[in-house]
């Protein structure tokens, strides 16, 4: 497989060094793999920390910033970060008032992030942990013991972090984070395999013709593989999985997700898809939000998140949000 790389080894290390000299209102030190907003700690506001392997770009750094997180940190590809990354993290952006971590359910995530918090608390940081677990395709999986987080991390993120940013004391951005996890679910679907940078080669086989219904943004298997599907035979099937477990009775934020390496243009096609199935189930839209967030390198396929919004959800998720993944109302 081509990349545009100098080598496996200094990958993340260089994505870093260029993101620093594009976003100069973040502070990137490459060295300690720790992303934080310029104008850390912000006096008497939450910081949300987040983290996780890299490879699933914008997620977590490229959403740093005002409204959304004040810190995140980038493991090596597809591995979680350490816990003094997010020690450091926490002392960066700490003012007095807590930081929340925001976790994916991936084992070696879970683990790390609850070493870091009690190291955190050992250094007078007050800490609190939301784990998000949306992907509704399997209860277990390769990486995973229970349902693996994915797309709905980019709503916590945001709705939380809009929350911090009005000043919310740390109780209340916890719950409304909790709340917007419960609120949310998720189905991936992959048309091709990613390759990561040491191996340079699909990271595992998907025959020409066939997709993995059901996939995690690691390359971890779904539920079955079938021969290749119309954009509307796969909403058909992602949304009706999302529904049998969400069911539901107030308006959904809608995430059409990008895995990396499937075009815009298909992408709207298949949010067109989506929005037909969800007007056929009647589900009313509030908002939808079509392109690459939650990435996994250069696999091709997409995943459908939706979030059922109560009017507070939804006024959060309209904030002012500044980030370089993310950013409106500015």
Not at 174 to 196: D, K, P, Y
Request: hydrophobic share 45%; net charge negative.
């Amino acid at each position: 497989m081509k990349m545009l790389i100098n080598v496996a080894e200094t990958v993340v290390a260089d994505a870093l060094r260029g993101m620093a000299a594009a976003h100069p209102e973040l502070v990137v030190d490459a060295e300690n793999r720790v992303i934080v907003r310029r104008d850390a700690p912000v006096e008497g506001k939450v910081g949300l920390i987040s983290g996780g392997g890299s490879g699933h770009e914008p997620l977590h750094g490229g959403f740093v910033g005002p409204g959304m997180l004040d810190a995140a940190c980038p493991g090596e590809v597809f591995t979680s970060p350490v816990p003094d990354q997010m020690v450091r993290a926490a002392a960066a952006v700490d003012s007095g008032s807590g930081v929340l971590f925001i976790v994916k359910n991936y084992t070696g995530d879970v683990l790390n992030f609850q070493m870091a918090a009690e190291l955190a608390e050992d250094e007078g940081v007050q800490v609190a942990s939301v784990l998000v677990d949306d992907d509704v395709a399997v209860t277990d999986s390769t990486f995973t013991a229970g349902r693996r987080g994915t797309g709905a991390t980019l709503f916590v993120e945001k709705i939380a972090g809009a929350a911090a940013e009005e000043g919310a004391p740390l109780e209340r951005v916890e719950e409304l984070a909790r709340q917007v996890v419960s609120a949310s679910r998720s189905f991936g679907v992959a048309l091709s395999a990613c390759a990561t940078p040491a191996k340079g080669s699909p990271t595992f086989d998907l025959p020409p013709g066939e997709l993995e219904l059901g996939v995690g943004i690691h390359g971890e298997p779904g539920r079955e593989r079938r021969a290749m599907m119309t954009s509307r035979e796969i909403a058909d099937y992602a949304v009706d999985a999302v529904l049998q477990d969400l069911q539901p009775h107030l308006p959904v934020l809608v995430l059409i997700n990008g895995m990396g390496a499937t075009p815009l243009l298909e992408l709207y096609g298949f949010n067109a898809e989506v929005q037909r199935v969800l007007a056929e189930r009647e589900v009313a839209v509030a908002r939808t939000l079509v392109g690459n967030y939650v990435t996994s390198l250069d696999m091709a396929g997409c995943s459908v998140t939706l979030c059922q919004v109560d009017g507070e959800l939804l006024r959060l998720w309209d904030a002012p949000v500044q980030t370089p993944g993310l950013r409106w109302g500015r």
